[in-house]
């Protein structure tokens, strides 16, 4: 089966899945699957919500703009939430809606496969890297079997804080190295198949 179909019938899976949490709209994700990058973010907010489109608010206009700065399109990449639904009043996921929404994610991602996954912000970094701190960990490369995993700020928070926002911006002028890089070092020391752990890559290849 092609990504494509396999992404629309997890979407219908969804849709059709009365048992998960949050009522309103499905913001299921978009993008090129065999992009070989997907970025996750926590939750749609209002615009999104309204749209049906993950980050098309403040935060997707500055992602977006970023992807754009190191010469992706868009539509190149895949963009994506880890809940998603919109909570109410924006607050943040709760660990339950994180927890129900999961598998659905776990499935995404093996549909898509990506060579290098970008988490946006704590939550999606610690669905990954449970024990990683977002403030030491973010621009960090890890990997398991299959991906390269980089957590970054959670664009909202780089719009809050100038400091944060130089870091966004300087470890996202890193990934299109790391994609580059990222079948050889994915293929170079194999872990074990069984690993499902995200380990650090050696400092300094980036
Ligand atoms: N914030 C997110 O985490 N996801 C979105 O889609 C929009 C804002």
């Known amino acids: 089966m092609d990504k494509a179909t ?18 309103t709209n499905l913001v299921f994700g978009e993008g090129d699957p065999d992009g070989g990058v997907l970025f996750i973010g926590e939750a749609p907010g209002q615009m999104e919500d309204q749209l049906v489109r993950p980050f098309v608010g403040r935060s997707g206009q500055l992602l977006r703009k970023n992807i754009r700065e190191v010469g992706w399109k868009e539509e190149e990449v895949y963009i994506t939430n880890i809940v998603k639904r919109r909570p109410p009043d924006n607050r943040d996921p709760l660990p339950d809606e994180i927890e129900a929404y999961k598998p659905y994610l776990e499935r995404q991602i093996e549909i898509i496969n990506p060579r290098v996954i970008v988490p946006l912000g704590r939550f999606s970094m610690n669905y990954f890297l449970p024990e990683a701190k977002i403030t030491r960990d973010q621009g960090k490369v890890f990997r398991s079997t299959r991906h390269l995993i980089v957590p970054m700020f959670h664009p909202a928070v780089a719009l809050r804080n100038p400091a944060y926002m130089k870091e966004f911006q300087d470890n996202f002028k890193k990934l299109p190295k790391v994609v580059a890089q990222a079948d050889k070092l994915l293929a170079e020391r194999p872990l074990k198949k069984s690993s499902a752990v995200y380990k650090p890559v050696q400092k300094g290849l980036f």
């Open 6 to 23: 396999g992404l629309q019938e997890l979407k219908d899976e969804m849709l059709a899945d009365r048992s998960l949490p949050l009522t």
